[in-house]
């Protein structure tokens, strides 16, 4: 899965602070996902109200910066490496997700529970066929392979580009992790955001509902 992920808040060269933002449109994923409730929660800590910006749905990361690129929204959450494509491009980063909020878990791989008894080998498959093709992706050796297969399927993304997001992926505290690292306190920053900005309003809690490593654990017995 996915480490820690650490979102800029990518705007534009005349922004200079959270106030500049007020009265402004946000380019976001989608109005009910994570990214989108932590752009909220990140407004509102540093003091602009749910009523004094419009977040705008134009899609993922890419989009949401060709977007910025063209002028059509003050600001967005972008992962890297696009946060420093966008600073390349002349937007400025005012604020990132881990300075501005606690730990947050951003990737995991998810199974309806009922599909999950019904189909335990298959998703020991899965998951013996994820870690293999992250240990194929961390080895040294395969470098260049991975990086030409990046620059291949990744739509819009050059050789430079994937260079760089080769060098986030490799990270190993906000890269590719080859374990069952999920951060407990991670998921309940996420839990926390959607109990207060998601719709119909839940008030969701205790993490450990919602992680279950045994089909993990059997599959690499």
Request: aromatic share 6%; with cysteine.
């Amino acid at each position: 899965g996915a480490g820690q992920v650490n979102l800029g808040l990518s705007v534009q060269a005349n922004i200079a602070s959270y106030s500049d933002l007020k009265g402004t449109t946000l380019a976001v994923d989608a109005l009910s996902t994570g990214f989108a409730f932590m752009l909220r929660e990140m407004l509102e800590i540093n003091g602009v109200g749910h009523d004094e910006y419009e977040l705008i749905p134009v899609g993922a990361t890419p989009a949401r910066l060709e977007a910025l690129v063209a002028g059509d929204h003050a600001g967005a959450l972008l992962n890297p490496p696009f946060t420093e494509f966008g600073e390349a491009a002349g937007l400025r980063t005012i604020d990132y997700s881990e300075d501005a909020l606690p730990p947050c878990q951003i990737g995991v791989m998810a199974a309806c529970r009922g599909w999950a008894a019904a189909n335990p080998e298959a998703l020991r498959g899965f998951i013996r066929a994820e870690l293999k093709a992250i240990d194929w992706i961390i080895d040294p050796a395969n470098a260049e392979g991975a990086t030409d297969t990046l620059e291949r399927n990744m739509p819009g993304m050059d050789r430079a580009g994937a260079e760089a997001a080769m060098k986030i992926v490799l990270d190993p505290d906000r890269g590719l992790a080859g374990s069952d690292k999920i951060n407990h306190t991670g998921v309940a920053t996420i839990l926390a955001l959607r109990s207060k900005y998601g719709e119909p309003q839940k008030n969701l809690t205790e993490p450990e509902r919602y992680i279950d490593l045994s089909y993990y654990n059997t599959a690499i017995d």
